[in-house]
């Protein structure tokens, strides 16, 4: 390099130089080697150009055949059936089937945007920036992938196995024919009550009870095992993480409770059921 | 005249020397001045390090979206044109790009294509700055700068889905509408709302909608929201985004 190197901006021999000022602080490219940086003009533009070209050249063929649909014009005296939202807002349509509507179209949406908001005041783990690595934080990206994972294959179920009525259609069955009505739903504090012959009362208790220690030995058991890492973060940190983390897999477990016990409801209270 | 002498010609004209503030020649002066004296190309720094541009790296996905969202302003404003945002006719109007406006089905398919797509590529970019660690200190504003981004790309292909004014469309937001009936507070139908004092005709969903039904008013809503608001609130964050990135640098491989 040393040879091809020349001044960018040649002294002018009528003026003088001097160094004015140091100043303390990092930039982006402060500690690198000027030889690993390289001239955005032209190097970079031209690899955004050609991939801009690529990308419309490729729409625009796409476009030929992948036609905008157009249904009939809209009207209130039929509807369809089933009737489904846009494909990236089918995970939260799926959930409509396992929770009240302000759970699955406002709750969720609302604790998925501030989940995100708060991974990187809550993932302050210093390693892993700037490159790809799974061994160097296992924890944040599994979780992630978890949470990816869950809503593609919410939005695979909405777009290809729900049929009339939101009902489970594989692919070889007759689309056109309506399933029988499922069978009645059961609420857990209800099923309490019967089974062990307590009242209401005690069977709302019980439920309740069983979620304070989903989320009580959610806290408390990865906090015993990982002491580390719950020293690192610290109580509100660590607490924070832990319950959006079990809220997350608490989506799951509430639809394989529906699916296998049909439960509808675990949480009963007079205003908001869960 | 060679080429050569064709260009320094053009260069040296005073109408090329006003609109550019660099010369022509091949030096790293001139290099580093096309960059940086350029109004859009400023956005980049002048030298960029040699491992921040491979596209293993980012996968394009931030720029693929910065562009997708160009194409989608730009074929935008062209269905503009031609669409009136009335229930009356606004279905016709559609039914007009697709028939009878030159290259108005391409367009309309473009335009569709690429909002499909940024939804996906903005998913993807933010995989990949997850996947990186790029939020990490200090760019957890800019995370967050992006998680604005990222909603309003789907509310802006949300309010989209109404405009055509066909089957899709009109159930597509009766069901997205039904939630905000259902939020907690603010919605009639939602937990504490009734307690609150919360009717139909004084609801989020009502504030949504300018009605309790989806009809003309939630069309010319959505229309202003869809064409105006949205896209100046998308420029906005972005503005920042980009600066932001710049700012904070890349966090890119040493
Ligand atoms: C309209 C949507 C968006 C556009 C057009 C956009 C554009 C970009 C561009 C062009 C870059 C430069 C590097 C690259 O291409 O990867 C970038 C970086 C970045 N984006 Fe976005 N972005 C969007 C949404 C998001 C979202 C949803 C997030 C995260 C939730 C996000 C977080 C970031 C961060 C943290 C960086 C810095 C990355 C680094 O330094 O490695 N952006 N964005």
Redesign the pocket.
């Known amino acids: 390099m040393a040879d091809k190197s020349f001044e960018v901006f040649p002294k002018n021999p009528k003026k003088t130089y001097g160094l004015m000022e140091l100043v303390k602080g990092t930039g982006p490219i402060v500690n690198k080697e000027p030889e690993d940086t390289i001239f955005t003009w032209p190097n970079l533009f031209y690899l955004e150009f050609i991939v801009a070209l690529i990308i419309i050249a490729g729409i625009l063929f796409l476009s030929l055949y992948v036609g905008a649909p157009l249904e009939e014009e809209a009207s209130r005296d039929t509807t369809p059936n089933p009737m489904k939202a846009p494909w990236y807002f089918l995970g939260l349509q799926e959930m409509l089937v396992f929770f009240d509507p302000w759970i699955a179209g406002v709750g969720l949406p609302t604790l998925i945007l501030i989940g995100?908001m708060l991974i990187p005041f809550l993932d302050i783990n210093k390693k892993g920036k700037?490159y790809y690595t799974f061994s160097e934080r296992k924890f944040a990206i599994s979780s992630f992938s978890f949470g990816m994972g869950l809503w593609m294959v919410m939005i695979v179920i909405g777009v290809w196995f729900r049929g009339l009525d939101w009902n489970w259609y594989w692919p070889w069955e007759n689309a056109h024919l309506h399933k029988p009505v499922a069978s009645g739903l059961r609420d857990l504090p209800v099923m309490f009550s019967r089974i062990l012959g307590i009242s209401d009362f005690a069977g709302k208790g019980l439920a309740d009870f069983l979620v304070l220690i989903y989320f009580g030995l959610g806290l408390l058991i990865p906090a015993y095992i990982f002491k580390d890492f719950f020293k690192k973060l610290g109580v509100l940190r660590y607490a924070t993480t832990m319950v959006m983390f079990w809220i997350m897999v608490g989506i799951p477990v509430k639809v394989g409770l529906r699916l296998v016990f049909s439960i509808k409801y675990v949480v009963m209270t007079p205003w908001f059921k869960i | 005249m060679t080429y050569k002498q064709l260009t320094d010609w053009v260069t040296s004209t005073q109408i090329y020397k006003a609109i550019f503030r660099h010369g022509y020649e091949d030096t790293p002066r001139n290099r580093a001045l096309t960059t940086f004296s350029n109004v859009l190309y400023h956005l980049h720094p002048v030298k960029t390090r040699r491992e921040s541009i491979k596209i293993r790296y980012?996968?394009?996905?931030?720029?693929t979206?910065?562009l997708l969202?160009l194409m989608l302003a730009i074929t935008g404003v062209l269905l503009m044109f031609y669409y009136v945002p009335d229930a009356r006719r606004a279905y016709n109007d559609i039914k007009d790009i697709m028939n009878v406006v030159s290259f108005g089905s391409t367009f309309r398919n473009v335009h569709r294509l690429a909002a499909h797509l940024?939804v996906f590529t903005?998913w993807v970019?933010?995989t990949?700055?997850f996947l990186?660690g790029?939020?990490k200190s200090p760019?957890e504003f800019?995370?967050i700068?992006?998680?604005v981004?990222?909603m309003?790309?789907l509310l802006l292909s949300w309010t989209g889905y109404l405009l055509p004014w066909d089957q899709l469309a009109l159930w597509a937001i009766t069901v997205g509408t039904k939630m905000a009936a259902a939020a907690p507070f603010l919605g009639v139908e939602g937990p504490f709302g009734a307690q609150l004092g919360i009717r139909p005709d004084n609801d989020l969903k009502f504030m949504l909608l300018g009605g309790t039904e989806v009809g003309q008013n939630a069309l010319l809503r959505f229309y202003v929201l869809h064409c105006v608001v949205l896209p100046l609130m998308?420029v906005m964050f972005?503005a920042i985004?980009?600066w932001r990135?710049r700012k904070?640098?890349?966090?890119?491989p040493l």
């Open positions: 995100l700037g | 980012t996968w394009c996905m931030g720029g979206s910065m969202f940024m903005v970019h933010m990949r700055v990186t790029s939020y760019r800019n995370w700068i992006g998680v981004l990222l309003l790309t998308v972005l985004h980009f990135v904070d640098g890349f966090s890119g």
